[in-house]
């Protein structure tokens, strides 16, 4: 028959053995609650990670976006000083218009005072070899036509001033008038560029504004995602979370969990293990608060 010592050793050893087996009950339904907290943690870890690849994305959009304005920008600027040129080839192509115009007035009014001079001549040469005793009549057409000759010869050196002065404009900006019409050909084509120019300007000015909306908008996004990257990472370096440890925290605790005999050694050695497990999980609900408080700022 057993003795009273005997039994009582017997019923601390399954008192012991039942305690042990409570405390590793506990424990696994512990690390599993860590495990599943651990999951949802490594969720927003993901989700910063995306953020990351996100914010890389949102500089390089940002770059090329920047890259696509500046070149529009001096394309314009291009343009436009290509555009600005057909003033310039307006009033030169005016110039030349009336330098041919004087140029024929100049040849009329030669033209009209060389018959007026023949004219003036005829009536002298009349009134000189005429019989008649009344040539009164002959000197007052000759008086008339003295008075248009001079005249003439007035408008004349008026208009050749004017085509010299003319003439003078056009040598200076570079026009040959000795070849006026393939100068006038040029100034034609030269209006038209730049009228094609002033075109293309309009449209990219279009192109440029809407590309400067996008760069804007993408610039705020790009300091938007900085911004949470930023906070993200602070509050993790504040709380001292390393999510790699509870990585590998957490695959030491299922190696630990899983090794055979583990819940038949000392009841100890299950209590030690529970008081870390609490330990990370303490850790772990900090983190997961410090998410929860960046998930509301989104």
Same mark, same amino acid.
């Given at each position: ?41 490594? =969720? ?50 005016? $110039? ?17 005072? &060389? ?10 040469? &009349? ?21 248009? !000759?001079? $005249? ?5 050196? !008026? ?66 995602? &900085? ?36 819940? =038949? ?12 497990? =609490? ?20």
């Amino acid at each position: 028959m057993a003795s009273g010592n005997d039994l009582e050793l017997a019923i601390r050893i399954v008192a012991d053995a039942a305690d042990a087996v409570k405390a590793a009950g506990g424990l696994l339904q512990t690390f599993r609650s860590f495990a599943g907290e651990t999951k949802r943690l490594f =969720d927003r870890v993901d989700a910063f990670e995306q953020l990351r690849q996100q914010s890389v994305q949102l500089g390089t959009a940002v770059s090329a976006s920047r890259d696509r304005v500046r070149d529009l920008g001096q394309q314009i600027v291009s343009l436009r000083t290509e555009a600005s040129a057909y003033g310039q080839a307006v009033a030169q192509l005016r $110039q030349t218009d009336a330098f041919s115009e004087s140029r024929q007035r100049v040849v009329s009014l030669s033209a009209a005072l &060389e018959d007026s001079r023949k004219n003036l001549r005829d009536l002298a040469s &009349e009134i000189a070899n005429t019989t008649a005793s009344d040539t009164s009549p002959l000197e007052a057409r000759y008086a008339i036509a003295r008075r248009e !000759s001079r $005249q003439l010869e007035r408008d004349l050196l !008026s208009e050749q001033d004017a085509y010299a002065a003319l003439a003078a404009e056009l040598q200076a900006a570079g026009i040959d008038t000795r070849n006026l019409a393939a100068e006038q050909t040029r100034l034609r084509n030269a209006m038209s560029a730049a009228q094609g120019a002033g075109v293309r300007a309009d449209s990219l000015e279009s192109q440029y504004k809407a590309e400067v909306r996008e760069l804007n908008q993408l610039t705020t996004a790009a300091t938007r995602a &900085e911004d949470r990257l930023q906070e993200m990472g602070e509050a993790l370096q504040k709380d001292g979370v390393d999510t790699r440890t509870l990585s590998a925290e957490q695959a030491k605790l299922a190696d630990q969990l899983s090794a055979d005999g583990f819940y =038949d050694g000392p009841k100890d050695q299950v209590l030690k293990l529970q008081q870390q497990l =609490d330990a990370l999980a303490q850790n772990l609900a900090t983190a997961y608060a410090r998410w929860e408080q960046l998930e509301a700022l989104r």
